[in-house]
């Protein structure tokens, strides 16, 4: 396994990636690992790794790299200022890599992340016809738009043409388990083949080892769960 920090340019601005490599001559599978909130730290890099380690080209973007200091001396969070339209863009320019790097199976794309990464990855797979498989855990604000538009993650579903599983804290709030019945409906209506699992005593984030919500116990059973998914998908 090989890892590094590529670059490319999108919009203009230099857009950082963590890039994880099984060994071996490929071509691989490959993975978009959506970050969270706290950006591509260790914990995404490891996820990254740890696909890598199975078989997936793994790939994490800097979904921040519009934001400069100095739209944070008001004290924002980068977050803020992350727009759908941007974030989509960033995901296809992503795709894009992927589809063209030497390693990869162009044809056999998959999507995860955490958190606000759980809201993006929805959000591509609903967006960008390459990904064959989702993962989204605990994905809060899926039917909240961000930015110009008056259009959710959610209201995007229709163009979702690949199979979900979904993670969920049992005790967590957003995703809700109301938000959890109104996915699965709105997956159902559509057609979109779904697993939801949800973790009875798990609250948000209870995959990062780094936080207090960690649940180990839960943490243990998704991603087993998730490599099963994604190797049913993605792998020929």
């Known amino acids: 396994m090989a890892s590094s920090w590529e670059t490319i340019k999108v919009d ?9 490599v099984p060994d071996g001559s490929g071509p691989f599978p490959a993975v978009l690992v959506s970050q969270h909130g706290p950006g591509v730290n260790e914990f995404i890099q490891d ?44 995901l296809n320019a992503t795709v894009e890599y992927l589809r063209s ?8 794309l998959g999507i995860t992340g955490f958190c606000v990464g759980g809201r993006t990855t929805w959000l591509g797979a609903a967006t960008n016809p390459h990904f064959k498989a989702a993962v989204p855990f605990f994905g809060g604000n899926i039917m909240v738009p961000r930015g110009n538009t008056d259009q959710s993650p959610f209201d995007r579903t229709s163009g979702m043409k690949c199979p979900v599983l979904f993670h969920f804290g049992g005790i967590d709030t957003n995703p809700s388990p109301d938000d959890q019945a109104k996915y699965d409906a709105e997956l159902t209506r559509l057609g979109v083949p779904h697993v939801f699992y949800s973790y009875q005593t798990a609250n948000h984030a209870f995959m990062d080892y780094n936080r207090d919500r960690y649940q180990k116990e839960a943490s243990e059973i998704a991603w087993p769960r998730t490599l099963e998914f994604l190797a049913a998908h993605l792998k020929r």
């Open 101 to 108: 790097h030497s390693a990869v199976d162009g044809d056999l």
């Open 47 to 90: 996820i990254a790794n740890n696909l890598a380690k199975e078989g997936y080209v793994a790939c994490a973007p800097e979904l921040y790299h519009r934001v400069t200091e100095e739209m944070l001396a008001d004290g924002s969070g980068p977050g803020d200022y992350n727009s759908d339209a941007d974030i989509i863009t960033d």
């Open 12 to 20: 203009g601005s230099d857009m950082r990636m963590y890039v994880s």
